[in-house]
Every structure is written in structure tokens, then in C-alpha cells.
């Protein structure tokens, strides 16, 4: 079938540690900050393809990453960053069924902030 969700939070409200659980597997393309990151875990119910929209508010750098496995330190199946503050990010993912997806909302080197994260998820 096909669902939507919409997600607001800001990161600069969060609590640490971060990286999930302070793991040193660190964020996208691995860099280390103190920056605290909103996760959401992602169960597929069926094979589908999943969009992944973040819209970050102004002055906020943000990064969109995904591991599969445990969520402190399973594999990073991709890294969304664009460079510069506000900018949006935007991944397509195929999620197969039962498999689970760690989804970081992160911030490039201290950026914290406020954001807008959007799902949508179809199957065939």
C-alpha cells in the first residue's frame, strides 16, 4: 500500500549522547561532533520504495543518513548532505519487507535546529 508521514522536531532540543548511544561509527561520511541527532526506526511491513524528504529551517546544516542492522552500530547504507544551511535533503531508499531502517536527522559539524522530515512509502 501506500502511506505518508510528516514528521517536526528540532535537534537543538535534544539530550545526549549522541550518535546513538555515543557509538563511534559517527554520522554521515563518519565525521564526530557533539551534535545531538533525531533517529526514527523504520519497519517495512512489504517490499517498497521509500522517499525521504527533510527540510531544515534557515541556519540549520543539515545531514540525512540511514544504517540498517542495530541502530549504535549497524552499516550506513547512504548519507544526504547538502552543503549549506536550509538546504533539503532528499533520499529514495527500496526497503524490502521485514527489514529495519535507522534514519538519523543530524546536523554538518555543531549544527543544530529545527526541521520538517516527510515519508512517503509506495509498493507495487
Do not use: H
Not at 53 to 73: E, I, K, N
Not at 88 to 103: N, Q
Amino acid at each position: 500500500g501506500n502511506s505518508s508521514f510528516k514528521f517536526n522536531g528540532d535537534t537543538s532540543t535534544l539530550s545526549p549522547p549522541g550518535e546513538a548511544s555515543g557509538e563511534s561509527d559517527g554520522g554521515c561520511f563518519f565525521t564526530m561532533d557533539d551534535t545531538e541527532e533525531a533517529i526514527y526506526q523504520i519497519t517495512a511491513a512489504e517490499t517498497g520504495n521509500l522517499i525521504m524528504l527533510l527540510s531544515p529551517a534557515a541556519g540549520f546544516d543539515s545531514q540525512l543518513y540511514a544504517r540498517t542492522g542495530s541502530c549504535d552500530s549497524g552499516s550506513q547504507i547512504f548519507c544526504a548532505d547538502e552543503i549549506g544551511e536550509g538546504e533539503a535533503e532528499i533520499y529514495e531508499y527500496m526497503l524490502l519487507a521485514g527489514e529495519v531502517l535507522w534514519v538519523f536527522i543530524d546536523g554538518w559539524n555543531g549544527s543544530e535546529g529545527a526541521y520538517e522530515f516527510e515519508m512517503e512509502f509506495s509498493s507495487p
